[in-house]
């Protein structure tokens, strides 16, 4: 649960778009579209594998 203080003569604005940086900073709503629908442990591994090497590919270029 993410608990946000709103602060003495803060608007209700300002506070909300602090709470919303704080669900993307943690990841909540990404767990939540996750979770969503089951996939098989095998699937969740082979899409793990294909980021990193995009990841790996993209470093590389950089540096090359």
Do not use: T, W
Request: net charge positive; with cysteine; aromatic share 8%.
């Amino acid at each position: 649960m993410i608990i946000i203080r709103v602060k003495e003569g803060e608007s209700v604005d300002r506070a909300l778009r602090r709470y919303k940086k704080k669900c993307d900073k943690i990841g909540i709503l990404k767990e939540v579209r996750s979770r969503k629908f089951y996939s098989k442990p095998s699937v969740d591994k082979k899409e793990s594998m294909k980021k990193a090497v995009n990841r790996q590919r993209h470093y590389a270029k950089e540096n090359y």
